[in-house]
């Protein structure tokens, strides 16, 4: 097949297209004649595959068309279009569907409205209640009108949980049979040149810092063990607008000293973090399906995750890990004391997710549906 993927973030830059990306690259590459197009100022293309760059200086409007007038003159020799977002990749490739009739398949992982909403604090409400009744100025509510754009063109959206293909189909309108849960693939294990032992008490957590991401409750569960453990330490990989109050927070409640704030890091180096660290600890209030829990199940550490949809599609509680009520810190914290006075229970968890990692959450198993899809609206 002769497929374009369109994504509005491309590595070296870290998030999750670019991530995703660069996995499908690697495993489509030589199998599939493929062509990246993307945002990028200083990129090569990945081997077996050609990269169609856009600039990033530009001012919005001007990258869009541009990226628009690219994707037109090489769609003519696609059979499909593959979209990582509804917004700026996603627009120009619902322009480009319209006008040629080439197909294109929409990876929705996560409502970009909801999430602008939230950053700059237009929003408290949880996705589902802020879909139902959206707050926030004029071009929140736009953004909210360009996504149902793109999905309602699109051939098929998949979505990495049930959950988020429920609350897409119920708020922008879309056809339940154009709807396809394909469940993300963990990354692959990275090899470490050197052996790495588990830091006694050390916890872990990463995710861009955000609200919604729960890293202040994390903060106040430590708070709650220092007593019992004098020498636990949480390491925050990431960085984000909620920092510098994350920083204070800590501060506040006497835990600096317990906490370690590393900003973005390479994904050995995280790789690394989780292979020290005895717990890994995702506190979000929202996720369409957690990555980074999925990693945790690679490298073999065990969980303690809040019970939201999406997440309890991954980590099932007692089974592949621990799940906690969102916003009750005193319950995440007893979680982490259980997992740290009882190894063995997190070596049975830990198993536990290796095993769903293969049934479930492979590459295998996603690229089988990826590839089923494709052929689908290229019939």
């Given at each position: 097949?002769?497929?374009?993927?369109a994504?509005p973030?491309?590595?070296p830059?870290?998030?999750g297209?670019?991530?995703?990306?660069?996995?499908?690259?690697?495993?489509?590459a030589g199998l599939h004649?493929?062509t990246v197009i993307t945002?990028t100022?200083?990129?090569?293309?990945?081997?077996k595959?050609?990269?169609?760059?856009?600039?990033?200086g530009r001012?919005?409007?001007v990258?869009?068309?541009?990226?628009?007038?690219?994707?037109l003159?090489?769609a003519k020799?696609?059979d499909?279009?593959?979209?990582?977002?509804?917004?700026?990749?996603?627009?120009?490739?619902?322009?480009?569907?319209?006008?040629?009739?080439?197909p294109?398949?929409?990876?929705?992982?996560?409502?970009?409205?909801?999430e602008?909403a939230?950053?700059?604090k237009?929003?408290t409400?949880?996705?589902?209640?802020f879909?139902?009744?959206?707050?926030g100025?004029?071009?929140?509510?736009?953004?909210?009108?360009?996504?149902?754009?793109v999905?309602?063109?699109?051939?098929?959206?998949?979505?990495?949980?049930a959950?988020?293909?429920?609350?897409?189909?119920?708020?922008?309108?879309?056809?339940?049979?154009?709807?396809?849960?394909?469940y993300?693939?963990?990354?692959?294990?990275?090899?470490?040149?050197?052996?790495?032992?588990?830091?006694?008490?050390?916890?872990?957590?990463t995710?861009r810092?955000?609200k919604?991401?729960?890293?202040?409750?994390?903060i106040r569960a430590?708070?709650?063990?220092?007593?019992?453990?004098?020498?636990i330490?949480?390491v925050?990989a990431?960085?984000?607008p909620e920092?510098?109050d994350?920083?204070k927070t800590?501060?506040?409640?006497g835990?600096?000293d317990?906490i370690?704030f590393?900003?973005?890091?390479s994904?050995a180096e995280?790789?690394?973090l989780r292979?020290q660290?005895e717990?890994?600890?995702?506190?979000?209030?929202?996720?369409?399906l957690?990555?980074?829990?999925?990693?945790?199940?690679?490298?073999k550490i065990?969980?303690?995750?809040?019970?939201i949809p999406?997440?309890?599609?991954?980590?099932?509680h007692?089974?592949?890990?621990?799940?906690?009520?969102?916003?009750?810190?005193?319950?995440?914290a007893?979680?982490?004391e259980?997992l740290?006075?009882?190894?063995?229970?997190?070596i049975?968890?830990?198993q536990n997710g290796t095993?769903l990692?293969?049934?479930?959450?492979?590459w295998?198993v996603?690229l089988?549906?990826?590839?089923?899809?494709?052929?689908?609206?290229?019939?």
């Amino acid at each position: 097949m002769r497929i374009i993927i369109a994504t509005p973030i491309y590595p070296p830059e870290i998030g999750g297209p670019a991530t995703y990306t660069k996995e499908l690259c690697e495993r489509l590459a030589g199998l599939h004649e493929i062509t990246v197009i993307t945002y990028t100022n200083s990129a090569e293309a990945f081997p077996k595959t050609r990269l169609v760059p856009v600039g990033k200086g530009r001012p919005l409007p001007v990258r869009l068309a541009i990226f628009f007038f690219k994707l037109l003159r090489r769609a003519k020799d696609a059979d499909v279009i593959y979209v990582q977002n509804a917004m700026a990749a996603g627009l120009p490739v619902a322009l480009v569907s319209t006008l040629t009739g080439i197909p294109f398949v929409l990876k929705f992982v996560g409502d970009e409205a909801w999430e602008r909403a939230t950053q700059h604090k237009f929003t408290t409400k949880r996705l589902e209640e802020f879909l139902a009744h959206p707050d926030g100025p004029f071009r929140i509510r736009m953004m909210m009108r360009i996504q149902g754009f793109v999905l309602r063109r699109a051939a098929v959206v998949t979505t990495p949980s049930a959950y988020l293909l429920q609350e897409i189909i119920k708020t922008y309108g879309i056809k339940r049979e154009r709807g396809v849960v394909n469940y993300n693939a963990a990354d692959k294990t990275e090899e470490l040149p050197f052996p790495v032992t588990r830091i006694p008490h050390q916890i872990a957590t990463t995710a861009r810092l955000v609200k919604w991401k729960g890293i202040e409750g994390i903060i106040r569960a430590v708070a709650l063990l220092k007593e019992k453990f004098p020498d636990i330490k949480l390491v925050v990989a990431g960085d984000g607008p909620e920092m510098d109050d994350l920083k204070k927070t800590a501060h506040d409640l006497g835990v600096a000293d317990h906490i370690d704030f590393l900003g973005n890091i390479s994904r050995a180096e995280t790789w690394r973090l989780r292979k020290q660290s005895e717990v890994y600890i995702l506190n979000s209030t929202y996720e369409g399906l957690p990555h980074t829990v999925l990693t945790s199940f690679a490298a073999k550490i065990p969980t303690v995750a809040t019970d939201i949809p999406g997440t309890n599609e991954a980590l099932y509680h007692e089974k592949t890990g621990l799940l906690v009520k969102p916003g009750d810190d005193a319950q995440l914290a007893r979680a982490i004391e259980r997992l740290l006075d009882d190894p063995e229970l997190g070596i049975t968890l830990a198993q536990n997710g290796t095993k769903l990692l293969k049934e479930k959450f492979s590459w295998e198993v996603h690229l089988k549906n990826l590839n089923d899809i494709f052929k689908s609206v290229i019939a």
